[in-house]
């Protein structure tokens, strides 16, 4: 079984920025697709962004883009938070894909961390 932990999480004003790191147990990540989902109280888990096994695709849900900036090295995957807003305010949690290349599907995705929570005051 393959744990993730995500960190960097925390309480920033609007027009703020936060930067995410998601470490997993093992490199089974390597070959793998990876995102980033996040779920706001009384809301469904919504998509946020995802990378390519080896970086040359990314994908942004619309919310995000020009804001948010995912990114992955060996060891970890990123999520650079930009001039963020109260509607940002969510658990959000990074996923190991069941493919070099997964979309916005959460079924597209195997493994899934704990979370961390991301609070936006206004």
């Known amino acids: 079984q393959v744990q993730l932990v995500e960190s960097g999480g925390g309480l920033v004003q609007a027009g703020g920025s936060l930067r995410l790191s998601c470490a997993a147990s093992?490199?089974?990540?390597?070959?793998?697709?990876m995102g980033w989902f996040r779920q706001a109280p009384g809301k469904e888990r919504e998509f946020v962004a995802s990378?390519?096994?080896?970086?040359?695709r990314t994908n942004y849900a619309d919310s995000v883009k020009d804001r948010f900036t995912i990114s992955r090295d060996t060891a970890k995957m990123y999520l650079q938070m930009n001039t963020l807003k109260p509607e940002d305010t969510a658990v959000y949690y990074c996923?190991?894909?069941?493919?070099?290349?997964?979309?916005?599907?959460?079924?597209?995705?195997?493994?899934w961390g704990q979370g961390t929570q991301v609070t936006v005051s206004i």
């Open positions: 996923a190991i894909g069941r493919s070099a290349y997964s979309g916005r599907d959460p079924q597209g995705y195997q493994y």
């Open positions: 093992r490199r089974t990540s390597s070959n793998n697709a």
């Open positions: 990378i390519s096994w080896n970086g040359d």
